[in-house]
């Protein structure tokens, strides 16, 4: 079923936030609405996106066609209860329930009502968890009635983006993955994409372990050592933006990267997207990105959901070529800390998004 998220957050472990009248026109609002189902018995509730239609890109006969569909989305179910005035909502998927998101501005034992949703989360184990700065980039608002939700949210990505540009790229995972990668060239593939993840406890231990040292660095590469050859890493344009439409958004990414020995040059190119019509084409069949969607009566369909396009296949063999060496030790421990470390968080943000924006709508 078609899930509406935002994918530069995947990487992010970050949280919606109270609503704030004053600043949400510095943002991007999106809202929508459902039907809502409540079993007061049991304590659970039931949300139901309305269907609603929208031009996209899907297979027709295995040639992509750009047309209007309409899309049902999934029913969301949510355990609720009440500590205060402070509702906790409940995520619940294939029986499992999550921790709860805290949110506040209704009435103790009254669903009706308008609930903004905090900064904070609880379980019975951890208590209550806050994040203050990541809060700063969200709101979110749900408003109940009989019969009836209505979810908005506001997201402040120029401030998020603002954030990021402080930070260096030689701080980032992509720089540990390359470090790796020169260092043995038989090790793991460099994700270009990974250069938005900035990692400085993992790039600091890579320097450690693979003998590198750094000789110059400023925010966009540097220069450095490994195994007795000199390298430069020179990023050209890391340029990250939110695609709307409607319905539905994403976070466009477009990148280039080179890297050097002095001799050979390694360029590595990268572009996300959500699909636009120009794209919808068969030559485009590569790079567009499918899922099994179905409409409003009910029937299947394929639907593009994304637009990549890059050479990382070519890129890391490049990489190869100039690598330092082939050393054969076990580097392994410290990719995999690195890699479950990221998944856990991405997988929880992952969740949220598809939970609470899929309901939203420009």
Known sequence: MKK??????????LLFTACSDDDSSDGISISASASLIIDEANQRLVMVPDVYS????????????????????EADS???????????????????????????????????????????RYDEEEGIRCSEKDAKYYELEFKFSEGRAIATAVYYYDEYLADRGKLSYMDSYFTFQ????????????????HITYIDPEEVQEAIENY?????????????????????????????????????????ALEINIEVSDGVTTCRADY???????????????????????????????????????????????????????????????????AEKSKRNSESDTFRMYRKMLKYAKN
Request: proline share 2%; charged share 30%; glycine share 8%.
């Open 78 to 120: 949510f355990k609720y209860e009440f500590r205060g005035d402070t509702l906790l909502l409940y995520e619940i998927d294939d029986g499992y329930v999550y921790d709860a998101r805290m949110l506040v501005g209704g009435t103790a034992g009254n669903l009706y009502a308008t609930w903004r949703y905090t900064s904070c």
């Open 54 to 73: 929208e031009d996209g890109c899907v297979l027709e006969n295995e040639v992509p066609v750009w047309k209007s569909v309409e899309h049902q989305q």
């Open 178 to 193: 390359l470090y790796r990668k020169l260092y043995n060239r038989l090790s793991d593939r460099v994700y270009i994409d």
């Open 271 to 337: 572009l996300r997207t959500m699909p636009q019509e120009g794209m919808c084409k068969v030559e485009n069949m590569d790079y567009l990105k499918f899922e099994t969607e179905v409409d409003g009566n009910g029937a299947e369909y394929r639907y593009a959901y994304r637009f990549r396009r890059e050479n990382e296949v070519d890129f890391n063999n490049c990489l190869s070529e100039i690598a330092a060496g082939q050393q054969m030790e076990n580097v392994t421990p410290l990719y995999k800390k």
């Open 4 to 13: 509406l998220l935002f994918a530069a957050l995947v990487a992010q472990t």
């Open 211 to 251: 003998g590198v040292q750094v000789l110059e660095k400023d925010d966009n590469g540097g220069k450095f050592t490994i195994g007795g050859k000199t390298f430069t890493l020179r990023v050209n344009k890391v340029e990250e933006s939110l695609v709307t439409t409607e319905y539905d958004g994403t976070e």
